[in-house]
């Protein structure tokens, strides 16, 4: 998540640009890195076979997903924020099989991290170098549990492979790939849109900083800025009714865990998606904020560990593992909470530092072309 | 552990004391206070069955008992810290007695700590309230955690009681008991120091001072001044040599877990004991300091969230007990160890604003007679 491009080209001599030349500059050279990076992805997995290979993913196809990726995000979120100047069908139906990639795309990426990401903690945690040992240090379920995580995530990684493998043939991503091609050479504005001075996308970007800024309000910031207040364990969020009176879920108007922890961290998943949008919209407009992508980056954080989380709650689930599997699963599960907890604490400090760097003129520079 | 005498009747009035008196007031003052808690602990312990009431020790013993160790943890730092002024014999006997007699009233009411400590995380972690649910909400291995936790920490206090019960009439009972009415009318100084000026008191105290910054020099306040270093659970601190070696510990210059995290606690606790010999100090000289009194409330914090995790740790070892149980100690002894690095983070904050409150005066007031 640290893929900003900052490779602004725009300098004092940078002309005043339109509405039309911005957000087609920026679409255009989104969409050619989508082009570019389509190949590799799929090529590479086309010619494999559905097995995963043991090192996961080749690098290259890995790295072509990657770019992939950033594409689809970058213009999904200008769809989303600057709507108001695109064909309105075109943009809604582009917007939708862009999630459909992205979805079907992000999962494998997201497993292979979450699993280094956890066999990191387990590792640490149960190390025994008298340097600087765990509090696991030498216990006889830190073999198991590891081995049991890496099953469990390699066997995720193989179905979200093949899934991969089946969709990247299908006449979907060929008509997404067509849609692209178009939006390389020609993007589909509002009539009357092209010709009209930049200042509607700033005022756009502000928009969108603006719906993030609200549901930050919503955030129990004032909790998380005390550090060690066990937010991320104890005491978490209020559940709303709706969930609570889920049938499977719970009973007289208890909650159980999982929709616990959903309700808890699901407005600062929604904050994520917000920091994206607002990110990629200050892209758009040419000045592109660092403080943003930190908290993105922060965020990304939060996000990690509480899926991490869950991935141990439910690895604990497992029928017949032993009471020491077992125990350390749920230091494993502790400690991804506490760094939930951590990366809340981070953004409550961060949050108050950013300041909304909106271009003040009316016409912003040409988007820089990303290469 | 808030419990400092703040009754001090020392006014500009009062009068120039000398170090003779200054001690003697402190000291009849605090074996007075043994003596009158003496009955009131024995007493009752000694008219009850040897198994343990259902509600634990009566309220009025109990109270009785954290009388006693009161008064026997400020005389035995006195005699320590001022030990120049004390005939030396008599000053170290009577600091192992007390010693003896700590260790021995401690553990009951330490273990009574313990469970409420534990209980109450555990059903904090595990609510199922929808306006604050816990991570473990529901979970089924929670009722069995708690029991088992309860059951154990019961059958120890049990234990203690037991070896209370018996020690209590013991013939070193009433030799200490004769000590301290021995001292509650007649303090045994070396020759000489009676008359002198009480400004050696101060000196003293501020060697006791110097004792306790030397070692917090040693803590790795650096790392605790960062909040979420994951310093209570990861990276603990070295361990050192002699204890790699120690072979029922370890094997090959690797540690285990218990004795990782003993030496990662120690250099901890080893300051605790500082600060509460430099708060008792500060106390004989008529100057208590809130400040300090905040550090020993928050290293008492880290040992006691210290105790528990082990306690946690070996309830987790107990044969036969189900995943589900095991899953929840596991959470429960890592919630444990972030109290452990909440407390060092806290500390971490709350040392640099310590000003040593040492009298400037020669003399100082003569010490409040406590009770």
């Known amino acids: 998540m640290t893929d900003v491009p900052m490779t602004a080209r725009t300098g004092p001599k940078a002309a005043i640009a339109s509405t039309g030349e911005i957000i087609s500059g920026y679409l255009t050279a989104q969409a050619g890195a989508f082009l570019r990076a389509l190949p590799q992805a799929v090529g590479e997995a086309g010619s494999r076979p559905g097995a995963l290979p043991a090192g996961g993913a080749s690098a290259a196809a890995a790295a072509g997903t990657a770019e992939l990726l950033r594409a689809v995000r970058r213009i999904g979120g200008a769809l989303h924020t600057f709507a108001a100047v695109f064909d309105r069908e075109w943009a809604e139906e582009s917007r939708s099989e862009l999630r459909w990639l992205l979805n079907l795309l992000a999962q494998e990426p997201a497993l292979l991290r979450r699993s280094a990401r956890l066999l990191a903690a387990l590792d640490s945690l149960s190390e025994t170098d008298p340097q ?71 005022a756009l970007a502000a928009e969108a900083f603006g719906a993030l800024a609200a549901e930050v309000q919503r955030l129990p910031l004032s909790r998380a800025a005390t550090p060690y207040g066990g937010e991320g364990l104890h005491r978490l969020g209020t559940v709303p009714a709706s969930r609570e009176l889920e049938p499977s879920r719970a009973r007289d108007g208890e909650v159980d865990a ?105 016409g912003v520079p040409p988007a820089p072309r990303m290469g």
């Open 132 to 202: 600087g040992p765990g509090m696991l240090a030498g216990h006889t379920g830190a073999p198991k549990a590891r081995a049991l995580l890496e099953r469990q995530l390699t066997l995720a990684r193989t179905r979200a492979h093949s899934t991969v493998l089946q969709e990247l043939r299908s006449a979907r991503l060929h008509a997404l790939a067509d849609r692209m091609t178009l939006l390389a050479s020609d993007v589909p504005l509002q009539g009357g849109v092209s010709g009209q001075p930049g200042g509607a996308l700033p």
């Open 258 to 362: 999982d929709s616990a922890v959903a309700a808890d961290d699901a407005p600062w998943h929604r904050v994520r998606i917000l920091v994206k949008r607002a990110r990629y919209a200050l892209e758009v407009c040419g000045a592109p904020d660092p403080e943003l992508d930190l908290l993105d980056r922060t965020l990304h954080r939060h996000q990690e560990a509480a899926d991490a989380a869950v991935t141990v709650a439910t690895a604990a689930r497992t029928p017949r593992i032993t009471p020491a599997t077992a125990y350390v699963l749920g230091v494993v599960h502790a400690d991804q909470r506490l760094e939930v907890e951590a990366a809340r604490y981070a953004f409550g400090h961060q949050w108050p530092k950013l300041s909304l760097g909106l271009p003040e003129t009316q």
